[in-house]
């Protein structure tokens, strides 16, 4: 054996951690540098061990191998298993302001410059102005509703 017990597991060990980085971790680099490392010592191992021949066998064959398995898992799709398909539908705050209406009147809690927040029916909400300050402790009302959005205006304006 002489060795080649070594070169074969340094180009095992190397090949499956580019492999790791090419599916658990991609963009890391930490692994695949080191998987690439460990390939190259087990090449340069067999071309400084069992000399010009050995070493070409060798490399070709790591790379061959390494083709070869980058071919067959595109081929076989099994990229798409590590892959997310689930779609969310679902929005954030989606029933944020549900109990707020037009005209309804509330308190500012803090100033709106032109955003604060002002609270209605004993909840705290974000609000915002028509882009003049509003002090806290002022009367507002709501104007207008749009989506998540509230819009309000000083009541003693």
């Known amino acids: 054996m002489d060795g080649w017990l070594a070169i074969i597991v340094l180009i095992l060990v190397g090949l499956v951690l580019i492999y790791l980085e090419l599916i658990f971790v991609p963009g890391t680099t930490?692994?695949?540098?080191?998987?690439?490392?460990l390939t190259g010592i087990g090449v340069y191992m067999a071309y400084?061990?069992?000399?010009?021949?050995?070493?070409?066998?060798?490399?070709?064959?790591?790379l061959l191998i390494t083709i070869g398995a980058l071919v067959w898992s595109f081929r076989s799709n099994a990229w798409s298993k590590f892959s997310l398909k689930g779609r969310n539908e679902s929005k954030v705050n989606e029933h944020y302001n549900d109990d707020l209406q037009v005209a309804m009147r509330g308190l500012a809690v803090s100033d709106l410059k032109p955003i604060g927040k002002a609270e209605f029916n004993n909840k705290a909400y974000e609000v915002a102005s028509h882009g003049h300050l509003i002090e806290s402790g002022t009367e507002v009302e709501i104007i207008r509703l749009s989506g998540n959005k509230i819009i309000v205006e000083s009541i003693n304006t």
Not at 48 to 62: D, I, M
């Open 30 to 37: 930490i692994l695949g540098l080191l998987g690439l490392a």
């Open 48 to 62: 400084e061990r069992h000399g010009v021949t050995s070493g070409s066998v060798v490399l070709v064959g790591s």
